[in-house]
C-alpha cells in the first residue's frame, strides 16, 4: 500500500471506491478460503495412545502412522475463557497429534508454558527427522509452513491449538481468518524477517541458543497478551448475564455474539459521556445492541482555529486545513486554518497556545478552550456509530480508544433506548450532622420484587429501634397515588458515612456480575467525586446519573428523625419512574445522551440543552464557539482588555404614580424575549432592520480573506475592527440564536412539543446566566435592548388604545381601565391585548394575561402600594351583576412604614386605610342609588366623578386632618426624638436604611401626605394640610428636612435560579418580607436557596462596578463634553475634566452591599466591599 503522494490533490471517485473495496474486512469471501490443504498421511495401523514412545514400537511400520485423537471444543473454550482468552474460537473437527508422539491431555496442557509445549512438538519432529530420513521432505515442509505460520498463530490460538502444529490443523474459523486478514501486514513483515532454524543434529549450541530467543518473544507475547485481555476487561463491560453466557458457549454463538464486532457494525445508543481522571481520554457508555452496555474510550482531542496574518501551507502534524468560519464578536478573518491537536500534546506543553500566540503572524487563536467532552456531546448525539473507512482491528480501538473523528452522528431507526434491557440502581443520602442514611434500591436477582438495603448512620451505643418500614412506605406510597409497592428491606448500622459507602462497594459488585447492564441513579448530599473517592467501582463499572438532592431532605428534625428520614427516603424513590420518563423524553428531544442532561447540583437541564443546540446550529453555519472557562468570551485574550459590558444590565421599570379610583388590572406578561427575537425585524429600521444591518456590517467585516491585489495586506486592516456600537459585533450570532428560536416555535406550533415550549420560556434566563458555556455579555445587552424597545413600543399601544400604564416591566403591567366595575373592566382587557396582538405582529408571540383586578388603587412604587384586591376573577368574571363588589380585601404594601416607629406605623396605616376604604364606600352608593334613576351612562359617570372628587376632598380636609391633629403632638409628646446623634434610636433600624432620621412625628407628616398627594384632585388640600401640620413641628413647609425622600435603598438581584426545580425569580433583597425574616426559600418547590451562591453573585457584581467605576468616561464641568483622547488636559471650552459618576454616588452603592452583608451575614461580601472602598 503507497499513500497518496500528494495530500493536496485527492483520489478520484473511481478510486477510492476500488481502495475501499480491496481493504474492507467485511467483503465477502469465497468458502474455500477458509480452508487450507494439508498432505495426506496412510496411516498403515493404529496403536493405542499409551504405547506413543515406547522403544519396541519405534519400528518402521508404526513411525509414519497418526495417533489421532478427538476432542469436543466445549472444554477446549471453557478451558480458553478461564484461561483469560476472550471468546477463543476452536473449532469442532479432529486434531492432529504431531508426529514425535508427544501428546499431553488438556489439563496437562494448561499446567505447562506455551514455550515448553512449542519446543517439545518441535523436539519431538527432530528425533523423526534422525530415524527416517525417507520422511524429510516431508518434515522440512512442516517446518517451512511453522515457520510461516507461527507469528500470527501464536498470537490468537487458544491453549488447545497452541499444543497442536499448525500444519496439521484441517480448517480454521472464519473469526480467525479475518484476524489473520486484519493483521495481514504485520505478518508479511514477520514473514520477511523470520530464518531458518539451524538443525539440532548439525549444529545443537546454534539451535539451542536460536530457539531460547524464540521461546524468550512467545513468552514476552503471552504476558502482553494477558495484560491487554485483563485491560479489557477493566475498560470494557459486558452485559451478558451468567445463562447468556453459557448459551454462548459454543463457536457459533461466540461468533455470531462478539460485540467487539457489533461496535464496529452497529449504531451506538450512548447513554452517557464521562470524563476520565487523565485528561487525554474520556468514555462513553453505549449501547451496542439491546443488551451488551460497553465502556468505550474515546481519545480527547481539540479543534482549534488559527487566524494568521500570511498563509500557511496546509498537512502537518496536526492535519490543518483552510477553514471558512465567522469569528466571535465580528473578528476580521485573515488566514483561518483548522488544527486537530490530541489532547496528549496539550497535557506534555500547557503553554502550547500561549507559545503560538507570542508569534507576531498568529492574530488569535479559537475555540481553544472548548472541552472535548461538550464537543463529544455536539457531534455523537444520542446515535453514534463507526465511519464505514475505520480499519476493523479487533478490540485495539477498543482497549486504547477511538479518535473522535472515527464517530459521526447517526439517525436511529427507532426511539431512543427503546426496548432497550437494563437494569438500574438507586442510591440515596441524605445527612444532617452525625446522622444520616445510604439507601440502595434495585429489583432482586431471581425475582421483580425490590430490595432494598438500608445504611443507616447514627452515634450511639444501642441504636434507637426503626419504626415499621412495610408500614411507612405504604403511607408515602398512598400519598403519591401508588398501590401495591412491596419491598424486602435490609437494614446496618454504621457510625461513620465513609464505613456505610464502602459497605456498598460489595453489594454493586455482586449485583453487576448477577443482573448485567446497569444504570445507577444517585441522589445523595455527597459530590460524584466524593462517592467516587470511597466506591472507585461506581466510575469503572456503571454509568453513574447524579439528582440534585432537595436541601430539605438534610434538614433532620431533633426529635422522630427516623419517620423523616424513611419519608423522604422513600418519596423520593418512588418519585424515580416520573423523573426517568420526563428525563427520556427531553434526551429524545434534544438529542443529547440522557446522562449528560445536568448532574447534581448543576442540574440545570435548560442551560445544557440550549447549549448543546445552539453550538451545532453555530457549528452548521460556520461559527466559531466562543466556550472559555471564565465569564468572559473566548476572543483569543482580546476578551481581557474589553470592559465594555462590565455595566451590569438593570431591567427597565416605567412608573406612573397616583391613586386611581376605577378598577385596575395586574398583567402577566410573558415570552416578551421570544416575542422580540422572532419581530426583530419588525422594530425601528435604523437600528434593528435587516436591511440596515446589512448596512452596518459591510462585506469586509465578515470578509474570510484580505484581498489579493492589495500590495501590503497586513498594513491597513491588522488588528482593527470597525468602529460601531459593542453589542451589534455579536449580529452574525443572532441571526443563528434568532434560528433556533425559529426551530422551537415551530415544534410547538406543529408538533405541540411541551419540550420546546419550556426551552422557549427559558430563552432569555439562558442567556443572562454566566454559568451557560455560551454566556456572551454582548449578546445578552443586543437582545436587552431590544426587548426595552418592545416593551416600549407595547407601553405606546396601550396608551393609544386609551389605557392609562402605572406599571411595567419586562414580566408584569398594571393598567387602570377607566371601568367602574369588574366585569366591564375585564371585558375590556381581553379586548385590549386582542387588539394589540392582531394589529401588531411584533406583539402576536407575546402571552399577556390578566392576574389581580383592583379597585381604588393607590401606587407609589413596586414595594409601596394598596387597594381592595379582587379574587377569583376568572370565575366571577362571567357572574357578576354591574356594580356588584366580590369578596372584598385591603391588600397594603407599605415598606416606608417599616422605618417609623411602631406607634407612628399604626397612624400610617390607620390615615391611609381610610383614605381608600370609605371612597370605595361612597362610591358603592353611588351605583347602588344610579340602577332607580333612568340616566345615561356618560351622564351618569361624570356626575359620580365629581361626587367621589368632592367626597374625597371634604374626607381629607375634615376627617383625615383633625385625625392628623390629634396624632401628629401625641407622637410628638410620646417620641420625642434625638437631633444630637446621627439616628434617632426610636427608629428601627432596618436593613436599606441610608437617611438620618431624628423626629417620627415629621416622618409621619412626610409620608401620608406623600401618599394622600398621589391623588391629584386634592392636590391643593395636601399642600395645605402639610403646611399646618408642620407649623406643629416648627419646621418650615419648603426646607429640606420637609422633602420626602424614599427611606430604603435596596438592591433587586434578578434571575436567581432553584438547583431544584430551575425555578427562576427576582429577589429584593432588603424589601422582601420573606428573606428579611431569614426565609431563602424557592417560591415553586419550597428549597433553600443556596445562601453561598447568592453571596458570589453579589461579589461578582460589586467587582463589575468597580470594573465600571474605573472606565467610565470623563466629561467636562462646564460644557458637559466627553474627553475623547488621553493627552488633553482642559476641554477644548476651557472647562475642567470631571468623572461621569461622582466617587460619592459610588459610595453610597457600596453602602448597600456593606449594609447587606451584615445583615444577611456574608463575610466573604463584607471583605470585598472593604477592599473596594479603600481602593477607591
Known sequence: ????????????????????????????????????????????????????????????????????????????????????????????????????????????????????????????????????????????FEFEKRSKMEASEFDDMTPMEDSCSSSQLVAESPMESESQDVDG??????????????????????????????????????????????????????????????????????????????????????????????????????????????????????KVYFNTYNQRDPGGDFNEKHVQRVLPRSR???????????????????????QHLCNSDVEGIYESHVPAQFRA???????????????????????????????????GSHLYLEDVRFNYIYLFNSKSGNRGVFGLFFKGVNSDVFQAHLLVVVKAKKPPPLPNLDKVLQETAEQNGLTGVQMKFSVEFFEGFTDAAKRLVPLLDSYKRARGATIVFTQTAFTLPELYRVMPNLRENFPVIDICLHRGDNNYPALSWYPFMLKRMFHRCLLMGSWWTDQLEFARYAQIPIGNLGSG??????????????????????????????????????????????????????????????????????????STILGSSRLDEREFDDNAMKDIFVDDLMAHKIDDDKDDPDEPLRGQQLDIDESNLCRPQFKILKLLVQNLMRDVSKSRSRFADHLLLRIYLWLRNRK????????????????????????????????????????????????????????????????????????????????????????????????????????????????????????????????????????????????????????????????????????????????????????????????????????????????????????????????????????????VCEILSLDSSIEESVVTLKRNLLKLLHVRAFSPEAQFQNPCLTYILPDVICAYCNHWCDLDLCRDVRILAGIWKCAGCRQDYNKSEIEFSLIKLVEQR????????????????????NIRVHCSCGGLFRCKFPRAEFLQKMDVFKNLAAFHEFPWLAETVETVTNIV
Open 1106 to 1125: 468597580l470594573i465600571s467605576f474605573q472606565v467610565q468616561d470623563l466629561i467636562c464641568k462646564s460644557c458637559g463634553a466627553t474627553k475623547i483622547d
Open 377 to 411: 456531546l455536539m457531534q455523537f448525539g444520542c446515535f453514534s456509530r463507526v465511519k464505514r473507512h475505520i480499519k476493523r482491528d479487533k478490540n485495539l480501538k477498543l482497549r486504547d480508544g477511538f479518535e473522535m473523528d472515527d464517530l459521526e452522528r447517526s439517525e
Open 1 to 140: 500500500k503507497i499513500a497518496n503522494p500528494i495530500p493536496r490533490l485527492a483520489h478520484p471517485k473511481w478510486l477510492l471506491r476500488r481502495l475501499a473495496e480491496r481493504d474492507d474486512p467485511f467483503q465477502q469471501r469465497k468458502i474455500n478460503s477458509f480452508f487450507r490443504k494439508v498432505d495426506k498421511v496412510v496411516e498403515e495401523k493404529s496403536f493405542d495412545m499409551e504405547d506413543i514412545g515406547k522403544e519396541q514400537f519405534l519400528g518402521s511400520q508404526l513411525i509414519a502412522t497418526k495417533p489421532v485423537v478427538r476432542k469436543r471444543s466445549r472444554n477446549a473454550l471453557k478451558s480458553a475463557n478461564e484461561d483469560g482468552h476472550p471468546g477463543g474460537q476452536v473449532d469442532e473437527t479432529a486434531m492432529v497429534i504431531d508426529d514425535g508422539g508427544h501428546h499431553d491431555d488438556h489439563d496437562a496442557v494448561d499446567e505447562r508454558s506455551d514455550a515448553e509445549m512449542v519446543s517439545t512438538a518441535e523436539g519431538g519432529k527432530e528425533n523423526q527427522d534422525n530415524n527416517q530420513a525417507s520422511k524429510k521432505p516431508r518434515v522440512g
Open 185 to 302: 501486514e504485520e505478518d508479511e513483515k514477520q514473514q520477511e524477517e523470520a530464518k531458518p532454524t539451524p538443525r539440532y543434529d548439525e549444529d545443537l549450541k546454534g539451535w539451542l541458543k536460536t530457539e531460547k530467543v524464540r521461546w524468550k518473544k512467545i513468552n514476552q507475547k503471552r504476558r502482553k497478551r494477558r495484560k491487554q485481555i485483563e485491560a479489557d476487561k477493566r475498560g470494557s463491560y459486558s452485559s451478558e448475564s451468567s445463562s447468556q453466557g453459557e448459551l454462548r458457549s459454543s463457536t457459533a454463538g461466540a461468533y455470531y455474539g462478539n460485540t467487539s464486532k457489533l461496535a464496529y457494525t452497529k449504531t451506538w445508543e450512548i447513554v452517557q459521556i464521562t470524563k476520565d481522571l487523565d485528561e487525554e481520554k474520556f468514555f462513553v457508555w453505549a449501547f451496542v445492541n439491546k443488551e451488551s452496555l460497553r465502556r468505550i474510550p474515546i481519545k480527547a482531542s481539540r
Open 601 to 674: 447540583a448543576s442540574s440545570d437541564v435548560t442551560t445544557v440543552i440550549v447549549d448543546v443546540m445552539f453550538a451545532r446550529l453555530l457549528s452548521e453555519s460556520r461559527h466559531a464557539l466562543w466556550i472559555s472557562p471564565s465569564e468572559r468570551p473566548d476572543c483569543s485574550g482580546v476578551e481581557q482588555d474589553e470592559n465594555f459590558f462590565a455595566e451590569e444590565q438593570e431591567n427597565p421599570e416605567i412608573i406612573e404614580p397616583g391613586c386611581f379610583r376605577s378598577v385596575c388590572i395586574e398583567l402577566e406578561v410573558t415570552c416578551l424575549d421570544v
Open 772 to 1007: 451557560a458555556k455560551l454566556y456572551d455579555p454582548a449578546l445578552h445587552r443586543l437582545v436587552h435592548t431590544m426587548m426595552k424597545k418592545v416593551l416600549m413600543y407595547l407601553v405606546d399601544k396601550l396608551k393609544e388604545l386609551d389605557v392609562t400604564v402605572i406599571y411595567a416591566s419586562f414580566g408584569k403591567i398594571i393598567i387602570c381601565t377607566g371601568k367602574s366595575d369588574v366585569k366591564n373592566a375585564l371585558s375590556y382587557t381581553r379586548y385590549i391585548i386582542d387588539s394589540v396582538k392582531q394589529n401588531e405582529m411584533m406583539f402576536s408571540w407575546i402571552d399577556i394575561s390578566p392576574l389581580v383586578v383592583w379597585e381604588n388603587f393607590i401606587f407609589l412604587d413596586p414595594s409601596n402600594f394598596a387597594g381592595v384586591r379582587i379574587e377569583s376573577l376568572e370565575t366571577q368574571s362571567e357572574e357578576l351583576d354591574p356594580g356588584a363588589l366580590p369578596s372584598v380585601e385591603v391588600d397594603s404594601h407599605w415598606n416606608i412604614a417599616e422605618f417609623l416607629p411602631a406607634k407612628a406605623k399604626e397612624c400610617f396605616e390607620v390615615v391611609v386605610s381610610e383614605f381608600i376604604l370609605l371612597p370605595l364606600e361612597y362610591s358603592m352608593k353611588l351605583k347602588e342609588q344610579s340602577r332607580h334613576i333612568n340616566q345615561s351612562q356618560e351622564d351618569s359617570k361624570q356626575e359620580k366623578d365629581i361626587a367621589i372628587n368632592t367626597f374625597v376632598k371634604t374626607l381629607v380636609e375634615e376627617q383625615l386632618a383633625h385625625k392628623l391633629f390629634r396624632m401628629v403632638p401625641d407622637i410628638l409628646r410620646t417620641l420625642p426624638g434625638d437631633s444630637r446623634s446621627e439616628t434617632s434610636a426610636q427608629f428601627p433600624q432596618i436593613l436599606g436604611s441610608h437617611l438620618r432620621l431624628h423626629s417620627p412625628a415629621l416622618e409621619l407628616v412626610k409620608y
Open 332 to 354: 476580521v478573518v485573515y488566514n483561518l486554518n483548522e488544527l486537530t491537536i490530541p489532547e496528549t500534546v496539550l497535557v506534555k506543553n500547557p503553554r502550547f497556545f500561549t
